[in-house]
């Protein structure tokens, strides 16, 4: 089966940096997603990683290693705004298969 | 431009009776995907289009649920006889064929009374 795991919730300050971690089993890999997702609203996608290693855009960078089925996702400069779910995903073939989510609080 | 746009936002059932779920993609946009996404969960792939074809159908839950896309643009997602169960936020998304990003819809929340 497929298995897509994050942490539940994180909390972390104003202006300070965070690492989310996703650890995958899949059947087939055709590369792995970050989607934030603000309460009520669609996802947004904020980067894609294939092959391994970091793929930095502004204050989001995403590392990837496929050989230990593990990706991060690294928000820098962390704003209020930043307060969402943070999903990973990863595609297998024509399907994407996500994780539970991680909510981010970010506190002043 | 116009983004992904879904019809109705909100949808209230009873049970046993028959939706219909709508997804405008973006303009050329080849694939779209329909989601089924519960609360405090993330998003569970339901089918993929590439234009018209349904090339992957194999996370719809049951035989109740049924999508189509018969001019390659515009989607439907149709539940019958709906359940409690299926209550739940459906998400559209789309992307084009060089480009992985998926574009998401607001989603359609639907309520099973």
């Known amino acids: 089966g497929q298995n897509i795991d994050q942490p539940t919730e994180m909390t972390a300050t104003e202006g300070a940096i965070v690492q989310i971690n996703c650890t995958y089993q899949?059947?087939?890999?055709?590369?792995l997603f970050w989607y934030q997702q603000h309460a009520g609203e669609a996802p947004t996608f904020l980067s894609y990683n294939v092959l391994d290693g970091l793929e930095e855009k502004g204050r989001f960078s995403s590392f990837l290693s496929r050989s230990k089925g593990y990706s991060y996702l690294l928000l820098k400069e962390l704003q209020m705004k930043d307060s969402a779910s943070y999903l990973c995903?990863?595609?297998?073939?024509?399907?994407?298969?996500f994780g539970t989510g991680t909510s981010l609080t970010v506190i002043p | 431009g116009a983004g992904v746009s879904q019809s109705p936002r909100y949808k209230v059932a009873k049970r046993g009776q028959d939706v219909a779920l709508r997804c405008d993609p973006i303009s050329g946009h080849v694939s779209l995907f329909w989601y089924q996404q519960a609360l405090g969960q993330g998003p569970e792939f339901l089918t993929y289009f590439q234009n018209e074809a349904q090339l992957d159908k194999s996370g719809l839950p049951s035989d109740r649920f049924f999508a189509e896309r018969p001019e390659g643009s515009v989607s439907t997602l149709k539940i019958q006889r709906t359940q409690q169960e299926d209550s739940a936020v459906y998400l559209c998304a789309s992307s084009t064929t060089r480009n992985h990003e998926q574009f998401f819809g607001p989603g359609t929340r639907l309520t099973v009374l």
């Open positions: 899949t059947s087939g890999f055709n590369g």
């Open positions: 995903a990863v595609r297998s073939k024509n399907q994407f298969y």
